[in-house]
């Protein structure tokens, strides 16, 4: 949780503040294969993560989230109709539908924000909050069949 001087400046921190300064969390990722419990996470930092990863998976290429704290990552490897899920430190893979995946990283990303937006009101007026939920709302599957 940011400090009282922290929380009165979320609605001018910058991105970098806000993406590894601020909102540090237990995250849990759960798959076909796979359930991973990540401690520590800064929240904002893994949703810009999570958001240009199914972007990339959306565009049929390959997404990835990385640690800043190590050399650590998880890569979103789509194959036909499912993602592959990889982790750097674990050869055993998770695997879930492409929707499934895209709809997980928004339902993420709105409830992590809708969070914040709640404790922290002032964090509406921030830029990368703004910039967060339009690459949210960019967050579409093509048509059943088609390609982008």
């Avoid at 922290?6 to 503040?17: H, N, R, T």
């Avoid at 991973?36 to 049929?60: K, S, W």
């Avoid at 390959?62 to 899920?85: K, N, Q």
């Avoid at 007026?125 to 703004?130: I, K, Q, S």
């Amino acid at each position: 949780m940011p400090t009282e001087k922290m929380a009165a400046s979320l609605g001018s921190a910058s991105e970098m503040d806000l993406r590894y300064g601020y909102f540090e969390t237990d995250v849990k990722i759960t798959a076909e294969g796979m359930a991973e419990a990540l401690p520590g996470i800064t929240l904002l930092d893994f949703v810009f993560c999570l958001l240009r990863a199914a972007d990339a998976v959306m565009h049929g290429k390959t997404g990835r989230a990385g640690f800043t704290e190590d050399d650590t990552s998880i890569t979103f490897h789509p194959e036909g109709s499912d993602v592959m899920i990889l982790r750097s430190w674990d050869p055993a893979p998770g695997r879930c539908m492409t929707d499934e995946f895209i709809s997980g990283v928004r339902l993420f990303v709105v409830t992590g924000l809708e969070l914040i937006v709640g404790k922290y009101p002032v964090f509406a007026e921030n830029p990368a909050y703004h910039k967060l939920l339009a690459m949210g709302a960019g967050l579409e599957l093509p048509p059943s069949g088609s390609a982008r």
